[in-house]
C-alpha cells in the first residue's frame, strides 16, 4: 500500500509544477484537485476553488469561486468516457472573459467504471478557420459552448437582483 501512495504524491507533484493549468474532477463534480498554474490563471486560490460543484447551468452564482468552476466544466460527453477538446472560460480581473482550450481525459477505475476527469487548460483557441457552415444539428459540446458564452456574456451587464 505504501507504494500506491508514494505514486500518487509524485503524481500529484508533477502535476504541480506544470505550466499549464490542470484541474481534476470527482466522479461528482466536484474540484479535487487545481494546480498552482489553474489557481494563477482564475485568479481564484486553490482553497476556495477545491471543493467546488463544476455544473454548468445558468443559475446565477454566490460567490466568485462558483463562478469560476461553471467556466471550467467540462462537456457532457467527457462523463460519459469521451476524451474532449473544448473551450473554457474565466473572468479576468479587469471584467473582461478570457478564454482558452481545455483537453478533458475521462478517468476510469480498473473495473472500467467513470472516476473523475483530469482537464490540461492549453491556450486560447485559434479563431483564424472564420465560421463553419452548418448542415446538421449543434452537438452538445457545440450548445454547451454557446450557453456558456451567453450567460457569461449577460451575467457581464446584469446583476442577480436585476
Excluded at 505504501?2 to 509544477?17: E, G, I
Excluded at 446565477?60 to 468516457?81: M, Y
Aim: glycine letters at 8%.
Amino acid at each position: 500500500m505504501a507504494r500506491k501512495r508514494s505514486t500518487a504524491n509524485a503524481l500529484k507533484q508533477l502535476l504541480s509544477v506544470s505550466s499549464l493549468p490542470i484541474f481534476v474532477l470527482d466522479d461528482q463534480r466536484h474540484i479535487v484537485f487545481c494546480n498552482e498554474a489553474c489557481c494563477r490563471w482564475v485568479n481564484v486560490s486553490e482553497d476556495e476553488l477545491v471543493g467546488q460543484r463544476c455544473d454548468y447551468h445558468s443559475a446565477p452564482r454566490s460567490t466568485i469561486a462558483e463562478d469560476v468552476a461553471s467556466g471550467l466544466c467540462p462537456p457532457p460527453e467527457v462523463f460519459g468516457g469521451t476524451r474532449v477538446t473544448a473551450e473554457v472560460s474565466c473572468r479576468s480581473t479587469t471584467g473582461t472573459l478570457e478564454s482558452r482550450t481545455a483537453e478533458f481525459i475521462p478517468l476510469g477505475s480498473q473495473s472500467g467504471e467513470f472516476v473523475g476527469v483530469l482537464a490540461f487548460v492549453k491556450a486560447a483557441p485559434s479563431w483564424g478557420a472564420g465560421p463553419r457552415q452548418r448542415s446538421e444539428e449543434p452537438s452538445p459540446s457545440e450548445l454547451h459552448q454557446a450557453l456558456r458564452k451567453l450567460r457569461q456574456g449577460i451575467g457581464r451587464y446584469f446583476r442577480v437582483d436585476q
